[in-house]
């Protein structure tokens, strides 16, 4: 699902890097909504009280860097997972493009989808250390960081448990791509007007939506998914996993049975609870950093405003702009000396 739309006035590494700060910063504000969430999709003892509670709990065993356990690694994978998401998704949405490059919302959607389970793929590994640093008491660490968290993995339980419950990201992709088609499709019944006449808030308010009810529909399949992570014979408690399992079956049936159907939603008021701030900064700061950019590049007049440049052609891309200016500097370099030879 598309969040953030690209603005051809910016180079690719400019994009990059925009959607890179904003994805780090929006994500290290949000780090405790996304502990409480993880430890209460493990089913941990510092999740078992309610919603508040839990982040009291976590103050009082942890400390505050207990919130921010894990978001170092988060942040790192966000810029590998951004790289093979966007290569993947427009090479997909090249192949389903026709003769005047138009591609449907449903097929976008879609390759939206595969994209982001082949970011999954070659992302993986950091998913699952970003889990078992946040499922451990950082006051009493089984893992001291990212790489001895991959090495300790690696050479106590091997490679595959490295892609522990990876099936479960390929499944929960289907219903989380239905949710989103569900809530594009029914924007113009819910606007009263076509999506090209959206403003910036309306795009807000519809990926917050369409972040809700995807991630409510594929919510199950992370809850499993986690725990799966979380869960090693080499751990104290089993890695704190709240039912004990032997595969993806056995863990959806052991927690219907033991904890209810209710308990796959396991941490949801966090996941919603975050929503909001997260696609807030992650907008904001991206904004931010495009004017930025822009003004770098001579297309507005401001960093802080965005008011157009005068006699700039906002439809050339930066190569484009650049090659124009340095055109236009040396026909008046050379208009210059021609005027004084003539004297």
């Known amino acids: 699902m598309a969040t953030i ?12 890097s925009c959607v890179g700060f904003a994805g780090i910063l929006s994500k290290s504000v949000t780090s405790p909504l996304e502990v409480v969430k993880i430890k209460s999709q ?3 003892f510092h999740c078992k009280r309610a919603f508040w509670q839990s982040f009291l709990l976590i103050y009082t065993n942890e ?32 192949l389903h493009m026709d003769e005047l490059g138009y591609v449907s919302q449903w097929r976008a959607i879609l390759a939206g989808g595969i994209a982001g389970i082949a970011a999954a793929l070659a992302t993986y590994p950091l998913e699952v250390a970003e889990t078992r640093l946040i499922v451990q008491n950082c006051r ?25 419950g990876f099936t479960l990201t390929v499944l929960g992709a289907f219903p989380f791509s239905v949710g989103c088609f569900a809530v594009y499709m029914n924007l ?12 910036s808030l309306q795009n807000f ?11 409510s529909l594929s919510y199950p399949f992370d809850t499993v998914k986690r725990k799966m992570q979380a869960q090693s014979s080499h751990l104290p408690h089993l890695g704190g996993a709240d039912v004990h399992f032997t595969g993806i079956l056995d863990c959806f049936r052991q927690m219907i049975r033991n904890k ?6 396991s941490g949801f008021t966090a996941n919603t609870v975050k929503i909001v701030p ?12 495009k004017q930025v950019c822009l003004y770098r590049n001579g297309y507005i007049v401001s960093p802080l405003s965005y008011t157009l440049a005068p006699g700039v052609d906002q439809s050339l891309g930066p190569y484009e702009l650049e090659e124009v200016r340095r055109y236009l500097r040396n026909r008046n370099f050379r208009s210059q000396e021609s005027y004084k030879n003539r004297w």
């Open 5 to 16: 739309k690209k603005d051809e006035r910016l180079t690719s590494s400019q994009s990059f």
């Open 42 to 44: 493990v089913g941990t």
């Open 63 to 94: 400390g505050l860097r207990g919130f921010w356990k894990g978001n170092l690694v988060s942040c790192l994978r966000l810029f590998p997972y951004s790289a093979v998401h966007l290569a993947a998704y427009k090479k997909i949405v090249h």
């Open 140 to 164: 009493e660490p089984t893992y001291a960081g990212v790489l001895h968290t991959l090495g300790s993995v690696y050479r106590s339980e091997g490679l595959l448990a490295l892609y522990r």
């Open 188 to 199: 113009e019944k819910l606007w009263q007007e076509p999506p090209f006449r959206f403003n």
């Open 205 to 215: 308010i519809n990926g917050c939506l369409a972040a809700g009810v995807a991630q």
């Open 260 to 265: 209810g159907i209710s308990s796959l939603w």
């Open 278 to 289: 997260y696609f807030g900064l992650l907008y904001t700061c991206f904004e931010m950093c």
